[in-house]
């Protein structure tokens, strides 16, 4: 029979051992992504750039998703929110005018940039040359899907309504450039 002191020690000691567990990621290889390539080898586009998966949610047990927006033009998404996502931009090339809430800021190449969620925000390439941007989203939420989806169309969708399937809310137009 164990007594309760020993049970309690192995109890304490088992618990830092489940929480690695539960932590652990889905895929069981470290990968390394090269440049000018998707993760997935897939294509995607928004019409303003083409976007390259560099970590999947799957692999992070759905606790971040990254891409590179890469050869952007001019412009950028609707002003919007993320209920349950932040966003980290980092600048790689280009100028970038970003607001969150009513700050506005300017990112320059290696400049970055935290939207914590709930907070409504925009940004758009306003540099003369094609722009290269690598954004973040934690937790990955549906953004994935989302870039997925509407990467194939080519198109950002036009119905507000239908972004909320995918953990997005519409509020407002793309920044003039």
Known sequence: MMQRRNFVKL??????????????PAANDAHAVSAGTDVLGEAHTLGFSKILFKTT??????????????????????????????????????????????????????????????????????????????????????MEAFFREFGKTGKLPTDATVLTQYGLERLGPPLSI
Request: aromatic residues 8%.
């Open 11 to 24: 109890g304490m000691l088992s618990a830092p051992a489940l929480m690695l567990a539960q932590t652990k």
């Open 57 to 142: 949610a799957a692999e992070t047990n759905g606790g971040l998703f990254i891409l590179e927006h890469n050869n952007l033009e001019k412009g950028g998404p609707f002003r919007h929110v993320h209920p349950a996502q932040d966003e980290w931009l980092y600048a790689m090339e280009g100028e970038f005018r970003v607001e969150i809430g009513t700050q506005k800021l300017t990112l320059h190449p290696g400049d970055s940039v935290l939207m914590p969620r709930k907070l409504p925000h925009v940004w758009a390439q306003t540099g003369d040359t094609p722009g290269k941007l690598i954004v973040a989203f934690t937790p990955a939420g549906n």
